[in-house]
């Protein structure tokens, strides 16, 4: 919406936020961040919407009242069927099942009394001496090591902040988009365009700036 009004409507607009951020900041400063924060977790964190809940271990009473329950509805369907008809279906059940005996080596009943042996048992605890564990503790050492070098470097070559200077800089810019929203001529303009580029990495004051030009 700023961008489609007159340009100086949206400059000044601009200038208006930045003095309503500056107010802000009064009363509630930003934390000041220091270079060694930058690439220092090397965790991954992910979002909660991303994480996949781990299976609960099966309701062991729950499970049991469920087969009983089952086991009581097929009798009944047992003792109300004819027994000719059961005994049929019965046999080509079974027919089918040794079938599958004969092609997987395994009663599929019995596969399912080993599934459910197994779904019983335990995890498998971590074992913490894992070599993975290691190789991992190995690769956080060297990115620690690389990341503590490449700050030292930085801040060997970065000069230290003055924040005088910084508010003078800062204050530079403002006034220049003042002047240039009052009278966007030529001289104006190119105004902000010299106290954006002398600190044109302090936002917003800067930024503004060569919005303006």
Same mark, same amino acid.
């Given at each position: 919406?700023?961008?489609?009004?007159?340009?100086?409507?949206?400059?000044?607009?601009?200038?208006?936020?930045?003095?309503?951020?500056?107010?802000?900041?009064?009363?509630?400063? %930003?934390?000041?961040?220091?270079?060694?924060?930058?690439? +220092?977790?090397? !965790? *991954?964190?992910?979002? /909660?919407?991303? $994480?996949?809940?781990?299976?609960?271990?099966?309701?062991?009473?729950?499970?049991?009242?469920?087969?009983?329950?089952?086991?009581?509805?097929?009798?009944?369907?047992?003792?109300?069927?004819?027994?000719?008809?059961?005994?049929?279906?019965?046999? %080509?059940?079974?027919?089918?099942?040794?079938?599958?005996? +004969?092609?997987? !080596? *395994?009663?599929?009943? /019995?596969?399912? $009394?080993?599934?459910?042996?197994?779904?019983?048992?335990?995890?498998?605890?971590?074992?913490?001496?894992?070599?993975?564990?290691?190789?991992?503790?190995?690769?956080?050492?060297?990115?620690?090591?690389?990341?503590?070098?490449?700050?030292?470097?930085?801040?060997?070559?970065?000069?230290?902040?003055?924040?005088?200077?910084?508010?003078?800089?800062?204050?530079?810019?403002?006034?220049?988009?003042?002047?240039?929203?009052?009278?966007?001529?030529?001289?104006?303009?190119?105004?902000?365009?010299?106290?954006?580029?002398?600190?044109?990495?302090?936002?917003?004051?800067?930024?503004?700036?060569?919005?303006?030009?």
């Amino acid at each position: 919406m700023a961008y489609s009004t007159h340009r100086r409507a949206e400059v000044w607009w601009g200038y208006r936020c930045v003095l309503s951020l500056l107010e802000e900041l009064q009363e509630n400063p %930003a934390a000041d961040r220091d270079i060694a924060d930058i690439g +220092k977790d090397f !965790g *991954i964190t992910v979002p /909660d919407f991303a $994480k996949i809940p781990l299976p609960e271990a099966p309701d062991t009473a729950q499970m049991d009242a469920i087969f009983a329950d089952v086991k009581g509805k097929t009798q009944k369907m047992r003792d109300n069927a004819d027994p000719k008809v059961q005994n049929m279906v019965e046999g %080509a059940v079974e027919v089918t099942f040794q079938e599958f005996k +004969k092609v997987h !080596g *395994i009663h599929p009943l /019995d596969l399912v $009394k080993q599934l459910g042996a197994r779904l019983a048992q335990d995890r498998v605890p971590i074992d913490p001496a894992s070599p993975v564990f290691a190789a991992r503790d190995d690769l956080r050492a060297k990115l620690q090591a690389v990341q503590k070098e490449t700050v030292d470097t930085i801040k060997s070559v970065l000069p230290p902040k003055v924040p005088q200077h910084e508010k003078k800089v800062r204050d530079n810019a403002l006034n220049a988009v003042y002047r240039w929203v009052v009278a966007p001529d030529e001289v104006n303009s190119k105004a902000c365009l010299d106290n954006g580029n002398e600190y044109p990495d302090t936002p917003p004051a800067g930024l503004l700036a060569l919005s303006a030009f």
